[in-house]
Every structure is written in structure tokens, then in C-alpha cells.
């Protein structure tokens, strides 16, 4: 079972930059379209970008732009480079594979503030 470990999280004024990290453990993920997704309060959770294993990547509008997700697959690692934040990016962001989810991990918090 592969476990995932988000990091990187942190407190950010308004167009300040943040890069999130997920380390996952186990085999499959390099097999794996892998994504980011967000949960602000109140809203479910949101897919914002995800990326097949080759590095083909797509992303949300309310991102496009602003935010780059890439993976290293030799060190089973994710990355959300997060440029140009606005409060409406205030949410925990979790990582996780797109259509068949491992099971979630604590997520890494995100406030974008004045």
C-alpha cells in the first residue's frame, strides 16, 4: 500500500510563491497519473493538477499559469511549484493518483494572507 507524505505548506501573502512536496512510498507510483488536489473550508476537494507518468500535465483554469506540477520518479516524489497566490488558494493540499486514489494522506496546509 503506498503511503503519502505532503510538505511544504505555509502561511503566504498575496502573490508570494510556495512549492509542495509528497513523497510516496511503494512501487506503483511511477505507474501512475499522478495529481494535487485541494480542500478549502466548506468546498470538497478539488482536483488542480495532475501529470501521467511521461510528464504530460493539465491543469485547473483557476490555475493555469500560476502553478507548475512536475515528479521525479526515481526518488517516487510530486511537486506543485504555486506562483502568483491569491487568497482563493487558501486550502489543504493533498496528493494523490487520479482515478483509483491511495488512501489520503494529513495534507499540508496553504493560507494565502495579508
Known amino acids: 500500500q503506498v503511503q503519502l507524505v505532503e510538505s511544504g505548506g505555509g502561511l503566504v501573502q498575496p502573490g508570494g510563491s510556495l512549492k509542495l512536496s509528497c513523497a510516496a512510498s511503494?512501487?506503483?507510483?511511477?505507474?501512475?497519473?499522478m495529481g494535487w488536489y485541494r480542500q478549502a473550508p466548506g468546498k470538497q476537494r478539488e482536483l488542480v493538477a495532475h501529470?501521467?507518468?511521461?510528464?504530460?500535465?493539465n491543469y485547473a483554469d483557476s490555475v493555469k499559469g500560476r502553478f507548475i506540477i512536475s515528479r521525479d520518479n526515481a526518488k517516487n516524489m510530486l511537486y506543485l511549484q504555486m506562483n502568483s497566490l491569491k487568497p482563493e488558494d487558501t486550502a489543504v493540499y493533498y496528493c494523490?493518483?487520479?482515478?483509483?486514489?491511495?488512501?489520503w494522506g494529513q495534507g499540508t496546509q496553504v493560507t494565502v494572507s495579508s
Open positions: 501529470i501521467t507518468p511521461g510528464g504530460t500535465t
Open positions: 511503494g512501487s506503483t507510483f511511477k505507474i501512475r497519473v
Open positions: 494523490n493518483a487520479v482515478g483509483s486514489p491511495y488512501s
